[in-house]
């Protein structure tokens, strides 16, 4: 570090309660920045988790599907039209509906349940538990172990319960990358199973999953899907719709810009306004300074190392402080929805970026027109 | 012969336009040599700290010369000036203007971290000037723990810090009590002043007029003649 930063962090630093208001006010926005965007991150990655652990790389579905929790039936010709489909290697049903489960002390609990296409169960979650082919068995459900899992009073292998009036016996026990976002616990089962266990209106294909010959089809394939009046997405792009819905349509999207202005605006007006009655405290003597013979691009780097060395340690202590809370969230409660990304830390980082900016902008132009006559003058 | 530090000729300075300009240096001249302690002094707004600024490259006059050393330091950009300033003019402002949340010897290093002195070895340097005033078992002191006096030569020291050829002293007893202040002008004529500095000091302070090798007296933008000093 030259002398000339040195000297400007020990003139920050030394005076501990005004580099205490800055710190907090940027940690503060950081923090509320950060959690905010991870919240939503978090909601968004459980609203997509039936995308994510399914994993299928192309998703065929009726034009209306704003998001996978929200599928609408498809005639089973729109199976076979997809199979002949230039471009497809292979393309299976996927059901996936809600259910009402008749546990052992007489309680009903609401389930997802999704139908694997009977012959190749694609999409089937990774078992830690029993065999995958015990799913055939007479009233075969895989249970998925995740933060769910005790509301079907945490079931083992050959539990029985009551679906629609119909028995199900549970013959594995899986995990998934993702839990849901709605708290209810999932099901796997074959696809004719999840049918004929389910009341179902006339069409019942929830998805059409495809696996393309290669990622260069995938264009020809949306064409194709699209010319017989529905409509295939990408993974991604499934799951970009997912959270556009929740951001334009639910009123998510509002909450998280005000929030998000409410973090800017704590930063901007604490540190900013901290660090502006900073330099103007100092503004005297950073005139007599410059009657020393201190250069203005000199004045001009020690605000500007003020302000950045400010901005990155509220940003550190931000972040830490929000993993902090998140860990421990989740340690207490596994299926908190709170993510962070580097997108959120893009975010918070932009942010800080602008804070710093804004404040070392006026700070600058003050220092800049003290004239060291006015020290003189006194 | 003497050298000659300061050569000012023809000094014209005003501030604002039309009926609200005031003039506050009207063909001012004059010659300072090294070796010499001259005061300024005069009413106040008489324009003895324009007189000051302008000498010393901070205020940029409307007319005249200022050569310093030879140099003529009104035709050099701002960058040079600043270094001229540095290397060449040492200042002791009258309120210090010493940094609060610094130490004293942070505070005296100031010229030589300027200068891109590395930060330990400006330290020590700083604490033979602080040994010269002496307050070097104060160094680790901040400034606001020192009384009036003490502050002031923790200015002073700063201003030796960068081995000046020129000092310029505002007010430097102004805040200080009457023995404080002749007792920091001794210290001054004993230690500072040499051969090969000049001192040129803006006071109101009649009591510390001894100490002068020469005052210039100041009054209505105009240097009314000179006078030795009665000391």
Same mark, same amino acid.
């Given at each position: 570090?030259?002398?000339?930063?040195?000297? /400007?962090?020990?003139?920050?630093?030394?005076?501990?309660?005004?580099?205490? /208001?800055?710190?907090?006010?940027?940690?503060?926005?950081?923090?509320?920045?950060?959690?905010?965007?991870?919240?939503?991150?978090?909601?968004?990655?459980?609203?997509?988790?039936?995308?994510?652990?399914?994993?299928?790389?192309?998703?065929?579905?009726?034009? /209306?599907?704003?998001?996978?929790?929200?599928?609408?039936?498809?005639?089973?010709?729109?199976?076979?039209?997809?199979?002949?489909?230039?471009?497809?290697?292979?393309?299976?049903?996927?059901?996936?509906?809600?259910?009402?489960?008749?546990?052992?002390?007489?309680?009903?609990?609401?389930?997802?349940?999704?139908?694997?296409?009977?012959?190749?169960?694609?999409?089937?979650?990774?078992?830690?538990?029993?065999?995958?082919?015990?799913?055939?068995?007479?009233?075969?459900?895989?249970?998925?172990?995740?933060?769910?899992?005790?509301?079907?009073?945490?079931?083992?292998?050959?539990?029985?319960?009551?679906?629609?009036?119909?028995?199900?016996?549970?013959?594995?026990?899986?995990?998934?990358?993702?839990?849901?976002?709605?708290?209810?616990?999932?099901?796997?089962?074959?696809?004719?199973?999840?049918?004929?266990?389910?009341?179902?209106?006339?069409?019942?294909?929830?998805?059409?999953?495809?696996?393309?010959?290669?990622?260069?089809?995938?264009?020809?394939?949306?064409?194709?899907?699209?010319?017989?009046?529905?409509?295939?997405?990408?993974?991604?792009?499934?799951?970009?719709?997912?959270?556009?819905?929740?951001?334009?349509?639910?009123?998510?999207?509002?909450?998280?810009?005000?929030?998000?202005?409410?973090?800017?605006?704590?930063?901007?007006?604490?540190?900013?306004?901290?660090?502006?009655?900073?330099?103007?405290?100092?503004?005297?003597?950073?005139?007599?300074?410059?009657?020393?013979?201190?250069?203005?691009?000199?004045?001009?780097?020690?605000?500007?190392?003020?302000?950045?060395?400010?901005?990155?340690?509220?940003?550190?202590?931000?972040?830490?402080?929000?993993?902090?809370?998140?860990?421990?969230?989740?340690?207490?409660?596994?299926?908190?929805?709170?993510?962070?990304?580097?997108?959120?830390?893009?975010?918070?980082?932009?942010?800080?970026?602008?804070?710093?900016?804004?404040?070392?902008?006026?700070?600058?132009?003050?220092?800049?027109?003290?004239?060291?006559?006015?020290?003189?003058?006194? | 012969?003497?050298?000659?530090?300061? +050569?000012?000729?023809?000094?014209?300075?005003?501030?604002?336009?039309?009926?609200?300009?005031?003039?506050?240096?009207?063909?001012?001249?004059?010659?300072?040599?090294?070796?010499?302690?001259?005061?300024?002094?005069?009413?106040?707004?008489?324009?003895?700290?324009?007189?000051?600024?302008?000498?010393?490259?901070?205020?940029?006059?409307?007319?005249?010369?200022?050569?310093?050393?030879?140099? @003529?330091?009104?035709?050099?950009?701002?960058?040079?000036?600043?270094?001229?300033?540095?290397?060449?003019?040492?200042?002791?402002?009258?309120?210090?203007?010493?940094?609060?949340?610094?130490?004293?010897?942070?505070?005296?290093?100031?010229?030589?971290?300027?200068?891109?002195?590395?930060?330990?070895?400006?330290? +020590?340097?700083?604490?033979?000037?602080?040994?010269?005033?002496?307050?070097?078992?104060?160094?680790?002191?901040?400034?606001?723990?020192?009384?009036?006096?003490?502050? +002031?030569?923790?200015?002073?020291?700063?201003?030796?810090?960068?081995?000046? @050829?020129?000092?310029?002293?505002?007010?430097?007893?102004?805040?200080?009590?009457?023995?404080?202040?002749?007792?920091?002008?001794?210290?001054? +004529?004993?230690?500072?002043?040499?051969?090969?500095?000049?001192?040129?000091?803006?006071?109101?302070?009649?009591?510390?007029?001894?100490?002068?090798?020469?005052?210039?007296?100041?009054?209505?933008?105009?240097?009314?003649?000179?006078?030795?000093?009665?000391?």
């Amino acid at each position: 570090m030259t002398g000339i930063l040195k000297l /400007a962090y020990k003139l920050l630093v030394n005076d501990k309660a005004k580099f205490s /208001a800055l710190l907090v006010g940027i940690t503060f926005a950081v923090y509320l920045m950060m959690f905010v965007t991870s919240m939503f991150s978090g909601v968004m990655m459980h609203a997509s988790a039936n995308i994510i652990n399914i994993g299928a790389p192309l998703w065929v579905m009726d034009p /209306a599907v704003e998001t996978v929790s929200n599928s609408v039936g498809m005639p089973g010709y729109v199976l076979d039209a997809v199979r002949s489909m230039q471009g497809v290697k292979y393309a299976v049903p996927l059901y996936s509906g809600g259910a009402l489960v008749k546990l052992r002390d007489g309680n009903y609990q609401t389930v997802t349940v999704i139908g694997l296409d009977d012959t190749s169960l694609y999409g089937r979650p990774e078992l830690i538990e029993g065999k995958i082919q015990d799913i055939y068995a007479e009233n075969g459900f895989i249970v998925v172990n995740d933060a769910e899992f005790s509301k079907l009073e945490n079931p083992h292998i050959g539990s029985e319960f009551e679906l629609n009036d119909n028995r199900g016996v549970i013959v594995g026990i899986a995990r998934v990358p993702t839990s849901g976002l709605y708290g209810l616990p999932t099901l796997y089962t074959t696809y004719e199973r999840a049918i004929q266990y389910i009341p179902n209106p006339r069409y019942t294909i929830s998805y059409v999953l495809v696996e393309p010959k290669s990622t260069d089809e995938i264009p020809r394939i949306k064409q194709q899907v699209e010319a017989l009046g529905y409509r295939a997405r990408t993974k991604e792009e499934f799951m970009k719709n997912t959270e556009d819905f929740f951001l334009y349509k639910t009123g998510g999207g509002t909450n998280l810009l005000i929030m998000m202005l409410i973090s800017f605006t704590v930063g901007l007006s604490l540190s900013g306004q901290t660090f502006y009655t900073f330099i103007l405290e100092n503004l005297e003597r950073f005139g007599a300074l410059k009657a020393i013979g201190e250069k203005s691009r000199d004045l001009v780097a020690m605000i500007l190392f003020q302000a950045t060395f400010t901005a990155l340690t509220g940003f550190g202590l931000g972040i830490g402080l929000c993993l902090l809370l998140i860990i421990f969230a989740k340690l207490r409660l596994p299926s908190y929805a709170a993510m962070v990304t580097f997108g959120n830390l893009a975010i918070s980082f932009g942010m800080v970026v602008v804070i710093a900016a804004v404040s070392s902008y006026f700070a600058v132009r003050r220092v800049l027109r003290i004239e060291p006559f006015d020290i003189f003058r006194g | 012969m003497p050298k000659t530090a300061i +050569q000012a000729s023809g000094l014209v300075k005003w501030f604002g336009e039309g009926e609200a300009k005031t003039m506050a240096l009207r063909e001012v001249s004059l010659e300072a040599q090294f070796g010499e302690m001259v005061y300024v002094v005069g009413p106040s707004g008489s324009g003895k700290t324009t007189l000051l600024s302008v000498l010393t490259g901070i205020l940029k006059p409307n007319g005249g010369k200022v050569l310093l050393e030879g140099t @003529d330091i009104w035709g050099l950009n701002p960058d040079q000036l600043a270094d001229f300033r540095l290397g060449k003019i040492g200042f002791v402002f009258q309120d210090y203007h010493l940094f609060p949340r610094l130490t004293t010897a942070e505070n005296a290093a100031i010229p030589l971290i300027l200068k891109r002195k590395p930060w330990d070895e400006a330290i +020590q340097e700083a604490e033979k000037y602080l040994d010269v005033v002496g307050l070097k078992s104060r160094a680790e002191l901040p400034p606001v723990k020192l009384s009036g006096g003490e502050q +002031q030569r923790v200015a002073i020291a700063r201003a030796m810090a960068s081995q000046p @050829d020129i000092l310029i002293m505002d007010e430097p007893t102004a805040s200080l009590d009457g023995d404080t202040g002749v007792a920091i002008l001794t210290f001054v +004529q004993e230690n500072v002043l040499n051969k090969d500095r000049c001192i040129v000091v803006v006071t109101h302070d009649d009591r510390i007029y001894k100490f002068a090798t020469r005052i210039l007296n100041m009054e209505d933008g105009r240097l009314r003649g000179s006078e030795k000093s009665t000391a």
